[in-house]
Every structure is written in structure tokens, then in C-alpha cells.
């Protein structure tokens, strides 16, 4: 195996089936084959990471991930001049009331330290903040690299990225042909870091309004990033006329569309059950699934397209 | 003036549907809505609204004068984000890493850097025929930081209101009552990370849309964790109601959330919503559940200041 391939799957909106598909593909990869292709798993939503929600994992090892730093003020020091406060373009340090030191608002702190260089009475430093953990795990369909950031911090990006170099490291020593990266939606920095060197983009969207503008910029920006995508069509029967204009775009915008899923509760009862759809029920949605993993797996170039 | 932040840490779960169809059943001649999912904004799908006012919105970076610099790489030392980096007698500035703090215009011994505008999207604002005011931000592709335009998009939208619409400017008179204050619904990006901060922060209440699945409740749990650590109160919508389990109703009852409105899974309003459709377009009787949710909120607002 010459090197490590990596699918990316976005989608702009968010909720149009991500994680169920990426979950899916990682059922597939392991079932479809005499000896499975093997892949390690990314969830890099490390908002709400969800993926870990179907795979089952069993955790193996935990880490810190130190994010940004926060301003602290040393009230001893502190004159309660208002400098500090006038330097912060974030708004996250308060004026101060009468002769007491300025409050630092941890969430709105940037770490940027422009508050410590202004300060006339170096009374302000700036402290490592923990901003999550993240998780190497087991799952029956491979190794899982996966993520916590602390409700409100900041740094997203950078654990994504995190999350990701691990599981390359992972990749690269244990001869893993593939990472599978669940995405965040959006189309922002986490985003960003996400799609970052994959080799396909997979976008899952959705026959409506608001999955259609979203499918655009998320288009828009793998094209940025000059990323080979691939879209397909979750709950492609809920909306036929949605189905029907996101075609049309494709065409236009000659970007291949590798398949439509139908909208089935099952995918919701699956969820329930803690499994990925295609291990819970050989239904329209599976043979679907299965179909899209198949183009997935011939544009990667991987073995068994 | 309540400032109610339409929020889910899940994507999908129907934010855009509540917040938009939240407006459209308020007295719209004070209600002003913000569209603060910059990456991928949806609310204007819905609410149809002209866009007469129009700003580029960005973050001030450095610009280095070449001819001043001596290339001591203080500027490098002092950025905490390795936007600027000195390569031998030059220096490089990063843009998509630079979050535009000014510190290194500010520590430069020769006054060789200044701050330019670099453009990162655009903050529009207008009426809606339904007489809701509507703004939104929207990021430039390509761009990383969502943040900085969803604050200044929050301080952009109180001028975009009360120019396009006198009722706003009345209501935000000292002497207004209380029954014409403005009220300001702000649409989440999901997720619970720095720009759902940015949309909470100043919030007086979070509306938080949920549905009933694994996924939704464990999304839920760090919604309501911010929401904790912000001390912003919030209410529970549980949309998609019937398709799960029952494990979100029972969180809810457990930490004491109150469950403002309930929207069952039914495939007629999926369609109506796919179409484009507000919510209480496609079932009108919602118009009074909306009205009772806000009223709900109002009270327990009131409970909060006491």
C-alpha cells in the first residue's frame, strides 16, 4: 500500500446524515470484503461527536488537549487603569467598577496576550486552558480517533487537526489503507481543517430549501481547497422536486452524483439501537448505502471497486 | 428588549424552522430576526426578505512596510497565532491564521506594520413582506473564522433595524413600554463552539431545539451545559416528536428544562419545510403555539430578573 487515502464527508446544513453514512461506510468497508478493507475512523465534529453513538467504541486511551491561553490578572498588581480593556478587540475583559481589577470573560478571550503587552504594571499573564480531551478507541469496525472540546471553547480547528494527525500516525504505523472522517458541518475553520489533504470529499445532502444553498457553498469551498467531491442525496424521496434541482446542479456544475438514499425511520431506529444502518436492516436504505460506497470506493482507487 | 438565541448543538434538528416561524407569529412590527449561521445561512429562504442595506465585514490584519522593517521578528514572537512569520529578511503574513488582535503592530520597535481591512463576507439587512426585519452575515467561502462577523453582525443589526424601520428605533427609546420593545430572535450555526458563543453572549434566553434521538439528546446535553456556564435560561422545542426514543423527555424532565413546544414527525410538514416554507405557513394553528411559547419565555424572564 503506497499511502494513506482519506474521505472527507461534509455537507453544509447540518443534519443531513453525516455521521449515519460515514457509520455505513465504516460497516461496509469491514463487511463488504472476504478480509474487510481496513480504515481508521475519525469523528472530527469535535462539537458533537456523534459517530462514537453507533460504533460502539470501547475507549483505549484519553489525552488533554490544551487549547488557546486565557488572560489572568494579578490583583495585587493590578491598578485598574483600563488599558488592558481598551486593547482587547474581543470584548472580553470588562471595565472595571470603581478601584477593582477588569473581569476576564474565559469564553470571549481570544489568547491573543495584546492585554499583556499593553499593560503598564505587568500585571497580566496568560494560562493554559484545557479545551478538551481526545480518545483513541476500538470499535468492531476498526480503530476510532475521536474528540471532546469543552462546551464554549474555542480552537475547534486545531483539535480537529489534532484528531487527525493522530489517526494518520495510526494509519501510517499499523499500514491502514484509508482514514474515514466524519465532518462538521458549516463551512468554517473546523471545516477547513476536516477537508484538509483528503483525497475525496463526499458531500451528503438534502432535498430541500435550505440543503440545496448549503450544498453550494460547501461546493464552493472543497473547490477552493481544490478537493476531488462527490455528492449523494440523503432522503432523496421526502422532496422528488429538491432531487430533481440538486440533479440539475450537479450537471451544471459537473460534480458526479453517486447516489440517493430514500428517507426511512429505520435510519432513526438505528440509531436508536446503537448500530450503523446497513448492520441493522437490509432495506431500500442499505442497498442504497451500498451502492454509494461502491462509486465511493472505485473514485478512491481502493481494492474490491 | 429580549434577546432570544434559537440554538441545538446538532445540526438539522430545525433551528431555521422555530426561529423563523418564532418571528412570523410575533407582532413583526418589533421583531427583528438575525440569521447568525454565517457559514450556511438558511433563514432567509424562509422570511423572503430585500436586502437594502449591504457592508463588507472583515478583520483588521497587518501590512508590513518593507522599507521601515529590519526583520527583528518581534512581530513573529508576539503573535499567538503563527499568522506572522519572518523568512530570513522578510516578512510573511498568514491571513486565515491572523484572528486581527493587533499585537504585532503594536510591539513593532519601528512602526513598520499597519492594519488593512481584510475582507471576510458581507452583512445584509432589510424588510420581509411580513414585516419581520431581517439581517444576516454571510462568511466568504473560504474563510475560517465566523466569530468576528457574528459580532459585528449582532452590532450592524441594531443600526440595520432602526434604519429600516422606525418601530424598532421607537422601542429602543428609554421611555418605550415594555409592550413595544424590540424583540430579537438570533438563528444559531450549530455546534457549541466559539461562534455559537459569540450568538449567545448578551442572550436573555435559549430556545434550544432538540428531537427525540441519540444523536439530538447527546447534543442537548452540551447545549445545555453553555447555556449553564453562559447563565442564559433556556427552554426545550422538541421537533421530529415520535421519532425515537424517550430518553430526550426524560432528560428534560430530570434537569428541569421546561419543554416549550412539541412538533411532531409528520412527512407533510418535511415537504412544506423542503419546499421553503415557514412552518406556520404550512400549519397556521402553530401561529398560537407560538405565541403561548413566547409568553412562556416572557415569564420565566420575569421570574429570572426577581
Same mark, same amino acid.
Request: with cysteine.
Given at each position: 500500500?503506497?499511502?494513506?487515502?482519506?474521505?472527507?464527508?461534509?455537507?453544509?446544513?447540518?443534519?443531513?446524515?453525516?455521521?449515519?453514512?460515514?457509520?455505513?461506510? !465504516?460497516? *461496509?468497508?469491514? =463487511?463488504? %470484503?472476504?478480509? $474487510?478493507?481496513?480504515?481508521? #475512523? @475519525?469523528?472530527?465534529?469535535?462539537?458533537?461527536?456523534?459517530?462514537?453513538?453507533?460504533?460502539?467504541?470501547?475507549?483505549?486511551?484519553?489525552?488533554?488537549?490544551?487549547?488557546?491561553?486565557?488572560?489572568?490578572?494579578?490583583?495585587?498588581?493590578?491598578?485598574?487603569?483600563?488599558?488592558?480593556?481598551?486593547?482587547?478587540?474581543?470584548?472580553?475583559?470588562?471595565?472595571?467598577?470603581?478601584?477593582?481589577?477588569?473581569?476576564?470573560?474565559?469564553?470571549?478571550?481570544?489568547?491573543?496576550?495584546?492585554?499583556?503587552?499593553?499593560?503598564?504594571?505587568?500585571?497580566?499573564?496568560?494560562?493554559?486552558?484545557?479545551?478538551?480531551?481526545?480518545?483513541?478507541?476500538?470499535?468492531?469496525?476498526?480503530?476510532?480517533?475521536? !474528540?471532546? *472540546?469543552?462546551? =464554549?471553547? %474555542?480552537?475547534? $480547528?486545531?483539535?480537529?487537526? #489534532? @484528531?487527525?494527525?493522530?489517526?494518520?500516525?495510526?494509519?501510517?504505523?499499523?499500514?491502514?489503507?484509508?482514514?474515514?472522517?466524519?465532518?462538521?458541518?458549516?463551512?468554517?475553520?473546523?471545516?477547513?481543517?476536516?477537508?484538509?489533504?483528503?483525497?475525496?470529499?463526499?458531500?451528503?445532502?438534502?432535498?430541500?430549501?435550505?440543503?440545496?444553498?448549503?450544498?453550494?457553498?460547501?461546493?464552493?469551498?472543497?473547490?477552493?481547497?481544490?478537493?476531488?467531491?462527490?455528492?449523494?442525496?440523503?432522503?432523496?424521496?421526502?422532496?422528488?422536486?429538491?432531487?430533481?434541482?440538486?440533479?440539475?446542479?450537479?450537471?451544471?456544475?459537473?460534480?458526479?452524483?453517486?447516489?440517493?438514499?430514500?428517507?426511512?425511520?429505520?435510519?432513526?431506529?438505528?440509531?436508536?439501537?446503537?448500530?450503523?444502518?446497513?448492520?441493522?436492516?437490509?432495506?431500500?436504505?442499505?442497498?442504497?448505502?451500498?451502492?454509494?460506497?461502491?462509486?465511493?470506493?472505485?473514485?478512491?482507487?481502493?481494492?474490491?471497486? | 428588549?429580549?434577546?432570544?438565541?434559537?440554538?441545538?448543538?446538532?445540526?438539522?434538528?430545525?433551528?431555521?424552522?422555530?426561529?423563523?416561524?418564532?418571528?412570523?407569529?410575533?407582532?413583526?412590527?418589533?421583531?427583528?430576526?438575525?440569521?447568525?449561521?454565517?457559514?450556511?445561512?438558511?433563514?432567509?429562504?424562509?422570511?423572503?426578505?430585500?436586502?437594502?442595506?449591504?457592508?463588507?465585514?472583515?478583520?483588521?490584519?497587518?501590512?508590513?512596510?518593507?522599507?521601515?522593517?529590519?526583520?527583528?521578528?518581534?512581530?513573529?514572537?508576539?503573535?499567538?497565532?503563527?499568522?506572522?512569520?519572518?523568512?530570513?529578511?522578510?516578512?510573511?503574513?498568514?491571513?486565515?491564521?491572523?484572528?486581527?488582535?493587533?499585537?504585532?503592530?503594536?510591539?513593532?520597535?519601528?512602526?513598520?506594520?499597519?492594519?488593512?481591512?481584510?475582507?471576510?463576507?458581507?452583512?445584509?439587512?432589510?424588510?420581509?413582506?411580513?414585516?419581520?426585519?431581517?439581517?444576516?452575515?454571510?462568511?466568504?467561502?473560504?474563510?475560517?473564522?465566523?466569530?468576528?462577523?457574528?459580532?459585528?453582525?449582532?452590532?450592524?443589526?441594531?443600526?440595520?433595524?432602526?434604519?429600516?424601520?422606525?418601530?424598532?428605533?421607537?422601542?429602543?427609546?428609554?421611555?418605550?413600554?415594555?409592550?413595544?420593545?424590540?424583540?430579537?430572535?438570533?438563528?444559531?450555526?450549530?455546534?457549541?463552539?466559539?461562534?455559537?458563543?459569540?450568538?449567545?453572549?448578551?442572550?436573555?434566553?435559549?430556545?434550544?431545539?432538540?428531537?427525540?434521538?441519540?444523536?439530538?439528546?447527546?447534543?442537548?446535553?452540551?447545549?445545555?451545559?453553555?447555556?449553564?456556564?453562559?447563565?442564559?435560561?433556556?427552554?426545550?422545542?422538541?421537533?421530529?416528536?415520535?421519532?425515537?426514543?424517550?430518553?430526550?423527555?426524560?432528560?428534560?424532565?430530570?434537569?428541569?428544562?421546561?419543554?416549550?413546544?412539541?412538533?411532531?414527525?409528520?412527512?407533510?410538514?418535511?415537504?412544506?419545510?423542503?419546499?421553503?416554507?415557514?412552518?406556520?405557513?404550512?400549519?397556521?394553528?402553530?401561529?398560537?403555539?407560538?405565541?403561548?411559547?413566547?409568553?412562556?419565555?416572557?415569564?420565566?424572564?420575569?421570574?429570572?430578573?426577581?
Amino acid at each position: 500500500m503506497s499511502r494513506v487515502k482519506q474521505l472527507v464527508i461534509l455537507s453544509g446544513k447540518g443534519g443531513t446524515g453525516k455521521t449515519s453514512v460515514t457509520a455505513a461506510f !465504516a460497516h *461496509l468497508a469491514v =463487511g463488504s %470484503q472476504p478480509n $474487510g478493507l481496513r480504515a481508521v #475512523l @475519525v469523528d472530527a465534529d469535535v462539537d458533537a461527536a456523534n459517530l462514537e453513538l453507533v460504533l460502539a467504541p470501547e475507549r483505549l486511551e484519553m489525552h488533554e488537549f490544551v487549547g488557546g491561553d486565557v488572560a489572568v490578572i494579578d490583583a495585587e498588581r493590578c491598578t485598574a487603569c483600563g488599558v488592558c480593556v481598551e486593547a482587547c478587540r474581543f470584548e472580553a475583559l470588562a471595565a472595571p467598577a470603581d478601584d477593582r481589577p477588569p473581569q476576564v470573560d474565559p469564553v470571549a478571550c481570544e489568547g491573543c496576550a495584546a492585554c499583556v503587552y499593553r499593560c503598564p504594571n505587568q500585571a497580566i499573564s496568560m494560562q493554559p486552558q484545557l479545551a478538551g480531551h481526545w480518545f483513541r478507541s476500538t470499535t468492531g469496525y476498526g480503530p476510532l480517533i475521536h !474528540a471532546a *472540546l469543552r462546551p =464554549g471553547q %474555542q480552537n475547534s $480547528g486545531k483539535l480537529v487537526t #489534532l @484528531v487527525k494527525q493522530q489517526a494518520r500516525l495510526l494509519a501510517l504505523d499499523e499500514s491502514y489503507p484509508l482514514l474515514l472522517v466524519d465532518g462538521p458541518p458549516g463551512i468554517g475553520c473546523p471545516v477547513i481543517s476536516a477537508a484538509a489533504g483528503a483525497d475525496l470529499v463526499l458531500i451528503v445532502t438534502e432535498p430541500t430549501t435550505a440543503g440545496i444553498h448549503d450544498l453550494a457553498r460547501v461546493l464552493q469551498t472543497s473547490r477552493h481547497f481544490k478537493l476531488p467531491t462527490l455528492v449523494c442525496v440523503n432522503k432523496a424521496d421526502l422532496y422528488p422536486a429538491g432531487t430533481a434541482t440538486i440533479k440539475t446542479y450537479c450537471q451544471q456544475e459537473q460534480v458526479e452524483l453517486v447516489g440517493c438514499i430514500p428517507f426511512d425511520t429505520v435510519v432513526t431506529q438505528a440509531m436508536v439501537a446503537g448500530v450503523p444502518v446497513t448492520a441493522y436492516a437490509d432495506g431500500p436504505v442499505t442497498q442504497a448505502l451500498r451502492q454509494v460506497w461502491a462509486r465511493v470506493k472505485g473514485s478512491l482507487g481502493l481494492p474490491g471497486a | 428588549m429580549p434577546r432570544i438565541v434559537v440554538a441545538s448543538g446538532k445540526g438539522g434538528t430545525g433551528k431555521t424552522t422555530i426561529a423563523t416561524s418564532l418571528a412570523l407569529s410575533l407582532d413583526s412590527s418589533r421583531t427583528l430576526l438575525i440569521d447568525c449561521d454565517v457559514e450556511a445561512p438558511n433563514a432567509h429562504l424562509f422570511l423572503q426578505p430585500r436586502l437594502e442595506r449591504r457592508e463588507e465585514v472583515g478583520m483588521l490584519i497587518p501590512e508590513v512596510d518593507a522599507p521601515r522593517c529590519t526583520a527583528c521578528g518581534r512581530c513573529a514572537e508576539v503573535c499567538a497565532y503563527h499568522a506572522v512569520v519572518v523568512i530570513g529578511k522578510r516578512v510573511l503574513v498568514l491571513p486565515q491564521l491572523c484572528h486581527g488582535c493587533g499585537s504585532c503592530a503594536y510591539n513593532c520597535p519601528e512602526q513598520a506594520i499597519r492594519e488593512r481591512l481584510d475582507v471576510m463576507g458581507v452583512l445584509e439587512a432589510g424588510p420581509t413582506p411580513s414585516g419581520v426585519c431581517f439581517a444576516r452575515g454571510m462568511m466568504q467561502v473560504g474563510e475560517a473564522m465566523a466569530s468576528p462577523i457574528i459580532r459585528q453582525l449582532k452590532r450592524w443589526a441594531g443600526d440595520g433595524t432602526s434604519a429600516c424601520r422606525q418601530a424598532a428605533q421607537a422601542g429602543l427609546h428609554p421611555d418605550a413600554s415594555s409592550d413595544g420593545q424590540p424583540i430579537v430572535i438570533l438563528d444559531a450555526p450549530p455546534g457549541v463552539s466559539c461562534p455559537v458563543v459569540e450568538t449567545l453572549r448578551g442572550a436573555d434566553f435559549a430556545l434550544l431545539v432538540t428531537e427525540p434521538t441519540p444523536f439530538g439528546l447527546h447534543d442537548l446535553r452540551l447545549m445545555v451545559d453553555v447555556t449553564r456556564e453562559l447563565h442564559i435560561p433556556a427552554g426545550i422545542v422538541i421537533n421530529r416528536d415520535g421519532v425515537g426514543d424517550g430518553q430526550v423527555e426524560a432528560y428534560c424532565a430530570a434537569v428541569d428544562l421546561p419543554v416549550l413546544l412539541r412538533i411532531p414527525l409528520e412527512r407533510s410538514i418535511g415537504e412544506g419545510i423542503a419546499r421553503g416554507e415557514p412552518l406556520v405557513a404550512i400549519r397556521p394553528a402553530y401561529v398560537a403555539s407560538f405565541q403561548q411559547l413566547y409568553a412562556c419565555v416572557e415569564s420565566i424572564l420575569m421570574e429570572t430578573e426577581r
